[in-house]
């Protein structure tokens, strides 16, 4: 069984990768059942929407890489540990039995050769699924410079893989992390795109990472602004397929020179997951957003950002727009853009009808009308002001739950 130091060194090297979704918390047992730490465990989502648990963990802290702003880089002066594939089997397999878990997350240092630490992930995830039975929800952090084989491998017995970009430029990479390249993460990530869509054609037995992948892209450890992120973002969903691209705000663990001596500051990384979602969820290109050389607004949301430079296309009305339209409305979602187009073939809706649906009409009413009715104003000044005091209200909230700079992931919540 695996030692007590080593589990909490490993599971603390862990816990920056946010490629997987993690709830960050940090509480103490004051008398009940369990606690929850900022390492050890995190949380992901199947996709019929139920909420997992998962073991977050690394095979090993000990790197031959030497990425600046990775606490676990080869010059870092860290305690180093390394488990065996059986300690990790156990390990999950024990926490599965005691119902603390419902999956694992496992990455790794690049120890020995990126070959090397590429065999003992695959060694694990094959023995937990042939010799421990385990059937359990499995992510595996791929290794850079491995070899294809190897991670075709191991794809095999993973539901979901990710490569993380880290940074979003080829220089930035060449200054921050000199042993990756562009080509060394996006190489495998489009191979194994290539090989789950021709599994999936030739119907073979089995899966082939039925979750498909992810990736992570640390936002301020370099000077690239939003727009270049973001555009790094949409050709990864277009040419590869992801699943997601998560962002993680900089956090200073280690000292130097070349990395900046604050965060990349958690209401950047918010506005853009927000981005991200009307990439992935509401038919926006990120050229309508922002240029390449800019960061997103704060003072709005992307959306409300994108409305108020386009005010000539507004308003409109919800009982003849379509659902394209309905889904550029600031105070709109995904959700209530369908039940409009729904409810609409039934009856001609009114604002009423709009607050029962949960529409944000604080921020929709500037831009549409219902049967014809207006209760917004007219004057971009003025609108502009209105929604500018609303997301002063709703950033102070928001930064409230992200206070602690070592949580990396935002949750998006409410209707955009």
């Keep these: 069984m695996i030692s007590q130091e080593k589990l909490t060194l490993l599971t603390e090297s862990a816990k920056y990768d946010v490629s997987c979704s993690s709830s960050g918390s940090n509480r103490k047992n004051a008398g009940g059942i369990g606690n929850g730490n900022a390492y050890g465990c995190c949380h992901s989502f199947t996709p019929d929407g139920r909420c997992i648990s998962l073991l977050k963990i690394l095979l090993s802290n000990d790197c031959i890489f030497n990425c600046r702003y990775c606490m676990s880089r080869s010059d870092a002066d860290v305690p180093r540990a390394t488990a065996t594939p059986d300690e990790i089997c156990e390990l999950t397999v024990d926490f599965y039995k005691r119902n603390y878990i419902e999956g ?58 990710s490569y993380n970009m880290e940074l979003p430029t080829e220089r930035s990479l060449k200054l921050l992390a000199p042993q990756k390249s562009r080509e060394s993460l996006l190489v495998p990530m489009r191979d194994l795109a290539r090989e789950a869509q021709e599994f999936k054609l030739e119907k073979r037995k089995g899966h082939f990472l039925p979750a498909g992948q992810t990736t992570q ?99 409109v009305e919800v009982n003849r727009a379509p659902l394209e339209a309905l889904l550029r409305v600031p105070g709109i979602g995904a959700r209530s853009a369908y039940k409009i187009t729904e409810a609409r073939r039934y009856a001609k809706l009114t604002f009423e009808h709009l607050k029962k649906m949960r529409v944000v009409l604080k921020r929709a009413r500037h831009f549409i009308t219902a049967s014809g009715k207006f209760f917004g104003t007219e004057n971009e000044t003025a609108v502009r002001g209105l929604l500018s005091a609303g997301e002063a209200q709703k950033n102070a909230e928001q930064l409230s739950l992200f206070s602690n700079p070592e949580n990396a992931f935002s949750a998006l919540t409410g209707e955009l």
């Excluded at 070959?115 to 595996?140: C, D, S, W």
């Excluded at 290794?143 to 190897?150: E, F, Q, V």
């Excluded at 450890?221 to 555009?231: F, N, W």
């Design 104 to 161: 694992l997350f496992l990455s790794s240092a690049v120890c020995v050769s990126p070959n090397h630490a590429m065999e003992q992930l695959l060694v694990t995830v094959k023995k937990l699924r042939l010799e421990y039975g385990f059937h359990g929800y499995i992510h595996v952090k791929g290794i850079p410079h491995a070899d294809k084989l190897l991670v075709t491998e191991t794809a095999k017995y993973a539901d979901r893989m």
């Design 217 to 315: 892209v640390i936002v301020g450890a370099s000077p690239e602004k939003d727009g270049q992120i973001l555009r790094l973002s949409q050709a990864l969903y277009r040419a590869n397929g992801l699943k997601r691209v998560y962002y993680s705000s900089y956090v200073p663990v280690v000292h130097d020179s070349l990395l900046p001596d604050v965060g990349g500051g958690a209401l950047r990384e918010h506005r853009l997951y927000q981005a991200d979602w009307l990439l992935r969820f509401y038919g926006f290109s990120v050229e309508e957003l922002l240029p390449e050389e800019e960061n997103l607004a704060t003072e709005f949301d992307p959306k409300c950002a994108w409305a108020l430079r386009n005010m000539h296309l507004f308003p």
